[in-house]
């Protein structure tokens, strides 16, 4: 496939099932948090400002905002305000569940030639993402405070607190920031304002160990803090903003003020399924995360995972095959529900879920993995590939009262589109759409729109016991990779036993096209010969472009806080 590269680089960057339901069956007394409440988020010092927060009395909302804002001074790679994310906020006392969409949507006046050029070929990697082209208008902002609405606790200005202190006073520059600044050089250091942040005068990223303070970010969350999300899609923002954005676009389909003030964070249908006796929920279209973990899990369901266990070659094989099948629907299928009809019960429907099962043997391989046809499908439409970057974060929260957050955010590739704008680093989420418009002479699900959200794979997830109890929230970075992330650590807790961390990590293995990357150093790659003997091909040993997040109840009641252990030692300063 055309992105596998990319992927490939060393990456150091980087549930029968009714959909659109509310979730538990049962509602059982809240799980005993610890004291305050649990926090696992990517970097320490978003975690500790999430801490901060329920510290002071704040929900699991409160504490995942307070992280969200962190997160976009200490991982500026990864996430931030100037990007997009999904929510879940799940309640202990009654048991529902909402979710709350904030992706970037595309300006007004975009259209399915956007990443185009006037020979019909699409433009150049540099041209697309590294351009106002690839901007699409801010959620995240928008998702914090209607979250806030309706869950927070504590004043909207104190969320912001723990982020000031950081951008203002400065954080200490880890190796993971390091590294991730010296690989994306002509993206990170893209402008002269964030050249001046994070980059000495030799041109080369602050040394490990250096105070970096952003002031201009400071200065941008003193002004939300007082003016709340109007100081950001109000007309004198937004005008700067569009301003900024349509400065660097260097062809029609330009972003407006109209556009930034316009936007709404929106909730959406959860998207759940029974899974042995759990109860998996996960986010809907726009983003494609929700029904990939349900399609992998509803279809080895009728597989007996707890006996095979993750030593085994069977299981890893089931595990791939049941990736081609929920990734060729994904392709086909999901795309923003708000322009094109996706047919979200089908594809998680028991019955469907089942006859795409079937499809699956122990003792060989699918010759061609095709997309199914759900209960509900409309007609069938083309598509093709999307390019899958670095620029995501997972954290999940759950505060004293037992209710959960489970928040992944994404400004796409790492450093977004380097357009720096008031101290932070606007998306290049406009990159998800599928470039070209049509495949096979039909038109594909997730083209480029005025107005429309690009299909997303982002994972935040909430697993639920027999009882109702929230037993895991977790989520990844990673584009394409991240629903195998999840479910991969769904399996290793529901299926083999495993604690949360544990669970994450598990090793990684997962099909995309012809290829089959196995993480390298891990157990898989002794594997291989059973995997071929299976009629797997095309191997790539590569590490894994993985990054998760979770927490993991624990028999006693108490969260574990579960984080990638791939980047143990790279992220604490
Ligand atoms: N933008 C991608 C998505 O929404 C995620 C990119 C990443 O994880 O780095 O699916």
Redesign the pocket.
């Known amino acids: 496939m055309r992105y596998l590269p990319a992927f490939l680089a060393p990456l150091a960057l ?1 549930l029968s099932g009714c959909a659109a339901t509310p979730p538990p069956a049962a509602v059982a007394a809240p799980a005993p948090a610890a004291a305050t409440g649990a926090v696992s988020a990517a970097d320490p010092r978003a975690a500790e400002a999430g801490e901060a927060i329920l510290a002071a009395g704040g929900s699991a909302t409160d504490a995942a905002i307070a992280v969200m804002l962190a997160l976009t001074v200490v991982e500026p790679q990864s996430s931030g305000i100037g990007g997009g994310g999904f929510m879940l906020r799940a309640d202990a006392g009654n048991g529902t569940l909402v979710t709350i969409d904030g992706r970037e949507t595309a300006p007004a006046a975009a259209t399915p030639n956007r990443f185009l050029g006037a020979d019909g070929k699409i433009l150049p990697r540099e041209t697309r993402v590294f351009s106002g082209l690839s901007v699409g208008v801010p959620g995240n902002l928008a998702l914090a405070a209607k979250a806030h609405s309706q869950y927070g606790k504590l004043p909207w200005a104190k969320l912001f607190e723990p982020a000031i202190v950081l951008a203002r006073d400065g954080f200490v520059m880890n190796r993971r920031l390091y590294e991730s600044l010296a690989g994306n050089k002509g993206r990170a250091d893209r402008t002269d304002a964030a050249r001046a942040i994070y980059f000495g005068a030799d041109g080369e990223p602050l040394p490990v160990g250096s105070t970096v303070k952003v002031p201009a970010l400071a200065a941008t969350f003193e002004a939300l803090a007082k003016g709340g999300p109007e100081a950001f899609y109000g007309p004198e923002s937004a005008a700067a903003l569009a301003a900024h954005v349509a400065a660097d676009t260097p062809q029609d389909g330009r972003m407006t003020a109209q556009d930034i003030a316009a936007y709404t964070a929106k909730e959406r249908p959860p998207v759940c399924i029974r899974y042995r006796v759990y109860r998996v929920c996960g986010m809907g279209p726009p983003s494609s995360g929700g029904v990939a973990v349900a399609q992998m899990l509803g279809q080895l369901e009728g597989f007996d995972l707890a006996a095979m266990g993750p030593d085994s070659p069977t299981f890893w094989h089931l595990f791939i095959e049941s990736q081609r099948l929920a990734y060729a629907d994904r392709e086909l299928y999901v795309a923003d529900s708000d322009f094109i009809e996706v047919p979200v019960e089908g594809l998680v429907d028991a019955g469907y879920m089942r006859s795409r099962a079937a499809l699956i043997s122990a003792d060989s391989t699918i010759a061609k993995a095709e997309a199914g046809v759900p209960p509900g499908a409309p007609l069938a439409r083309g598509d093709g590939p999307e390019e ?5 974060t997972h954290f999940s929260v759950v505060d004293a009262g037992g209710n959960a957050v489970s928040y992944t955010s ?1 400004i ?2 790492a450093f977004g589109s380097g357009l720096f704008h008031q101290g932070f680093y606007l998306n290049n ?1 406009l990159t ?1 759409f599928t470039l070209t418009p049509e495949a096979g002479g039909k038109p594909v699900a997730n083209r480029v729109e005025g107005g429309k959200r690009p299909r ?3 994972s935040p997830t909430i697993v639920y016991d027999d009882t109702g109890r929230i037993v895991l929230v977790i989520g990844a ?3 394409p990779t ?1 629903p195998v992330t999840v479910t991969r650590a769904i399996i290793g807790v529901l299926d083999f036993g495993l604690g949360a961390q544990d669970a994450l990590a598990l090793p990684f293995a997962m099909a995309f096209g012809d290829t089959l990357l196995i993480e390298e150093g891990s157990a898989l790659v002794a594997m291989q010969d059973d995997l071929a003997a299976l009629g797997h091909k095309g191997f790539r040993i590569s590490p894994a472009p993985i990054k998760a997040n979770a927490l993991g109840l624990r028999a006693d009641g108490s969260w574990e806080v579960a984080t990638e252990p791939r980047f143990a030692g790279v992220v604490t300063p």
Do not use: K
Request: charged share 20%; glycine share 22%; no cysteine.
């Open positions: 980087a899958p970057e670095h620029g995501t994404t796409e590739g989420e998800d997303s794979s982002m970075a990673g584009g991240i």
